[in-house]
């Protein structure tokens, strides 16, 4: 069992997760695809992507732009030697000429001297061009390794040797060039020397964290259905902190007192959202890994809620707009060649045979908000489980031959592990698709089909009692579900939508 996947295995991982066909079908067909090919076709098929922070800061941001610059300047500290070497010989041929030569060596000698005087400086301006490349490609690759390394949580403390004298070579050639630069300037006597206030204080780690997440909030784009509804300029005005676009959290190791003075920030009150109905788009990608260390039992179911439910009301709506697209593209005599793919990806995606588009319709529906949150609370210890900090397992789904963490107290014959996932969202996804298509299952399918033919509001509490298989305790699982989701008022998060998804009509069979 591998405990840390690679960043390319991680995007695989999400392209078996989230069925892409593109990638499955390079993958069958034997064909290597780069990293940065798989994570174009999953940007392109809308997949949430984790920063890949393994990376080495030392190597990526001071040893491969050096090693660069080393190599053009050795090419024009070669070019720029032979071409005096060149200057030399032709010379020294020129003055042998002078005594060689009894007619007229004088002036072949001066002819010759004057034009490998040329030579010489056409060669010199010829290294110009390669001095200013070499510089300009130094510069503009440290700069953009350095910022995009800046993602990197932590330094480990064994290559901070190694980083602090890479920096060093970085500020020394610095200096040069602004030494050189400085003389010149001040050729005329006029030194100016000017002093550089440093601050003393320091801020806390919770203040960093904290500023870079609220700059990630304010820098998102607004969505091009947003733009599009604007008809007349308004006053500008200064952006309330409720306002939030789709936000997804990079795995930052955000503490928990982090993450809450964050919902501070952004005004993310469960009151509100129980009288609201609506939720924030702020995407996790893993629990902070202090979150057992709240002490108000209240305040930790709350924070595990509020990072859980915008997961799963935003794969509820993927699959609602899926079901609004069935219904559109079933009710045609025609459809287009882009359409039957569409039915044929989504008869694979949930395991429906001989296209039977009655079952797919079945099928293709929402999980109870009450419930996904109830299992949730359940099955990792309200995000405390070592399985949910590991593996972002939060529904403690089995696997015998995928990636997964092993139980501590297996028994022999038990070789399962618990399917462990690249972020939160993944785990969601995978555990909609299991109560979807399993056929454990078929039961809780039936009555939630049942009540949308009858025009009903589906609620977690009517198919509670359907879900005895998903645990060996059986009937005892499903009560204590009920029970988490009675005494949680988890029933009110029901009908909550996202802030920034389009209101949908009720959908009727």
């Excluded at 330094?155 to 040069?176: M, P, R, S």
Aim: net charge positive; hydrophobic share 30%; glycine share 6%.
């Amino acid at each position: 069992m591998k405990k840390n996947l690679s960043y390319r295995d991680k995007l695989l991982e999400l392209a078996q997760i989230y069925k892409i066909s593109e990638i499955q079908n390079y993958i069958k067909r034997k064909k290597n695809l780069t990293t940065q090919q798989i994570e174009h076709i999953l940007k392109k098929n809308n997949v949430p992507i984790p920063k890949d922070f393994n990376v080495s800061f030392f190597k990526k941001s001071i040893s491969n732009p050096i090693s660069k610059a080393g190599k053009g300047v050795s090419g024009i500290y070669s070019d720029t030697t032979d071409g005096v070497g060149k200057f030399f010989k032709r010379t020294k041929k020129g003055a042998s000429g002078l005594y060689d030569d009894t007619t007229g060596g004088v002036g072949n000698f001066f002819i010759r001297l004057w034009r490998n005087s040329g030579n010489l400086g056409i060669g010199i301006l010829n290294t110009i061009p390669k001095v200013f490349n070499t510089v300009s490609n130094f510069i503009s690759n440290a700069l953009v390794d350095m910022f995009s390394s800046f993602y990197t949580s932590e330094v480990e403390k064994t290559k901070t040797n190694k980083l602090v004298k890479g920096f060093g070579i970085v500020v020394i050639t610095c200096a040069i060039g602004i030494t050189f630069y400085t003389i010149k300037e001040n050729y005329d006597g006029n030194n100016i020397t000017q002093s550089i206030p440093v601050e003393k204080d320091k801020p806390k780690k919770i203040e960093k964290q904290k500023k870079e997440v609220k700059k990630k909030i304010e820098k998102k784009p607004q969505k091009k259905e947003e733009q599009k509804q604007v008809k007349k300029p308004e006053p500008k005005k200064e952006k309330s902190p409720s306002q939030v676009t789709e936000l997804v959290l990079p795995n930052l190791n955000i503490k928990t007192e982090t993450v809450l003075s964050l919902f501070d920030d952004v005004e993310y009150d469960l009151k509100t959202v129980r009288n609201h109905k609506k939720v924030k788009p702020i995407y996790f990608t893993q629990f902070p890994k202090d979150l057992d260390e709240i002490k108000n039992t209240q305040l930790k179911k709350e924070t595990f809620i509020k990072i859980v439910l915008p997961l799963v009301v935003a794969e509820n709506e993927k699959i609602l707009d899926d079901k609004i697209k069935l219904k559109k593209i079933t009710s045609k005599k025609m459809t287009s060649d882009k359409e039957k793919s569409w039915l044929r990806l989504k008869l694979r995606e949930y395991k429906v045979k001989n296209s039977d588009f009655t079952e797919l319709n079945k099928r293709m529906d929402i999980i109870p908000v009450s419930i996904a949150l109830a299992q949730a609370a359940k099955e990792s210890g309200w995000g405390t489980s070592r399985f949910a900090l590991e593996g972002n397992a939060i529904f403690g789904q089995w696997t015998w031959t995928g990636q997964g963490i092993e139980p501590l107290n297996a028994g022999k014959h038990e070789n399962h592990k618990i399917l462990r996932f690249p972020i939160l969202r993944a785990s969601v996804k995978a555990y909609k698709n299991n109560l979807n298509t399993h056929k454990g299952y078929s039961e809780f399918r039936e009555k939630r089909f049942s009540l949308r033919k009858r025009n009903k509001n589906i609620k977690g509490l009517d198919l509670t009692d359907t879900l005895d298989r998903y645990a060996q305790t059986g009937k005892e699982y499903t009560e204590i579900l009920e029970k988490i989701i009675k005494q949680n008022d988890l029933s009110d998060f029901e009908t909550v939508q996202l802030t920034n998804s389009v209101v949908k009509k009720d959908i009727k069979l």
